[in-house]
């Protein structure tokens, strides 16, 4: 059984970092890229970035470039999404996903998802 858990949401000051775990079982991810999505309360869910299990850059939205980073942890099955000079507007439930396709920005294209970890940013 595939299982994606994110786990490290919370509440932060605006300006502040956070960092969000997705921990991966059930299957041999190798193959896949994993991705980060965001959903604000009445929006649709929108690509945050994306990064390839066997290596390689992460790409980015625009919107989050040079303030996100993420990386794998291939030995844990863990991937990371290090959110810094976090923004108001960066307040969303965040979710990690897995595709096996070649488009990382399609919603549609990520056969697996986790259920989600709240990020709330005041300011």
């Known amino acids: 059984q595939v299982q994606l858990v994110e786990s490290g949401g919370g509440l932060v000051q605006a300006g502040g970092s956070l960092r969000l775990s997705c921990a991966a079982s059930?299957?041999?991810?190798?193959?896949?890229?994993m991705g980060w999505f965001r959903q604000a309360p009445g929006k649709e869910r929108e690509f945050v970035g994306a990064i390839s299990w066997s290596g390689g850059n992460a790409i980015y939205a625009d919107s989050v470039k040079g303030r996100f980073t993420i990386t794998t942890d291939n030995a844990k099955n863990t991937v990371y999404l290090q959110m810094s000079s976090l923004k108001p507007e960066d307040t969303a439930v965040y979710y990690c996903a897995a595709t096996a396709a070649g488009n990382w920005f399609r919603v549609i294209n990520y056969n697996y998802w986790g259920q989600g970890t709240p990020v709330t940013v005041s300011s």
């Open positions: 059930g299957r041999t991810f190798s193959s896949y890229a």
